[in-house]
């Protein structure tokens, strides 16, 4: 399959940890990339490669993988990490690119 | 630090043709592959499809026969053409970067985004 899964929504308790996960067969060749997406902006790239951050994001984030599912971890969560977060995945036939569908974090 | 500034017709009527385009400021289209990305309100993220600076492209298979893709190396920029929109094209469409994920394993991930431009296609 080329979907990638992801939970609609979950909630975290402001300092404590989540755990994002994105879902799909293509996850077994691809390290999945994390888009974190605040309303009305441009996605940011969080997380890309086995466990890889850009530039400028902080270390509470983090990836991994485990078969055919990819985690984005938030260590810490702060009020400035409620958004919507992506996960993606190179696909090596049909369309080259696919996107999950989205999770929403809010921090409470 | 590289930026993209993107522009185009925001308000469409079926039928037309959209038209964007992404100027690179503090790096070079040389070099990179450069992607083309939408959202419809509320919606994902949906891939539309990646051009370099030789013109090779990757299209999304559902939307390739109303595709055109084209890049500019002396204006350092790259275009979207999609023809025969309907209200099923509106979103918000977004140009970036396809940098390097430093590993064969890795998705090469989006790491410079333009703002995003609302395209709106209604008669």
């Known amino acids: 399959s080329s979907e990638l899964t992801q939970d609609p929504a979950v909630s975290v308790a402001l300092g404590q940890t989540v755990r994002i996960t994105c879902q799909g067969d293509i996850l077994r060749s691809y390290y999945a990339s994390w888009y974190q997406q605040k309303p009305g902006q441009a996605p940011v790239l969080v997380i890309y490669?086995?466990?890889n951050r850009p530039s400028g994001i902080p270390d509470r984030f983090s990836g991994s993988t485990s078969g055919t599912t990819a985690s984005l971890t938030i260590t810490g969560a702060q009020a400035e990490d409620e958004a919507d977060y992506y996960c993606n995945s190179r696909h090596s036939s049909g369309n080259p690119v696919v996107f999950g569908g989205g999770t929403k974090v809010t921090v409470l | 630090q590289v930026q993209l500034l993107q522009w185009g017709a925001g308000l469409l009527k079926p039928s037309e043709t959209l038209s964007l385009t992404c100027v690179v400021q503090?790096?070079?289209?040389?070099?990179?592959?450069w992607t083309w990305i939408r959202q419809p309100p509320g919606e994902r993220l949906e891939w539309i499809g990646e051009?370099?600076?030789?013109?090779?492209?990757n299209y999304n298979q559902t939307l390739k026969s109303r595709l055109t893709m084209s890049a500019d190396t002396s204006k350092n920029q790259f275009s979207l053409k999609l023809s025969s929109v309907t209200a099923a094209d509106t979103a918000v469409y977004f140009c970036?970067?396809?940098?390097?994920?430093?590993?064969?394993?890795?998705?090469?991930?989006?790491?410079?985004w333009g703002q995003g431009t609302l395209v709106t296609v209604s008669s």
């Open positions: 051009i370099n600076h030789r013109g090779s492209t």
């Open positions: 490669g086995r466990n």
């Open positions: 503090g790096g070079s289209v040389s070099g990179y592959y």
């Open positions: 970036a970067r396809v940098g390097s994920g430093g590993d064969p394993s890795a998705t090469p991930p989006f790491d410079y």
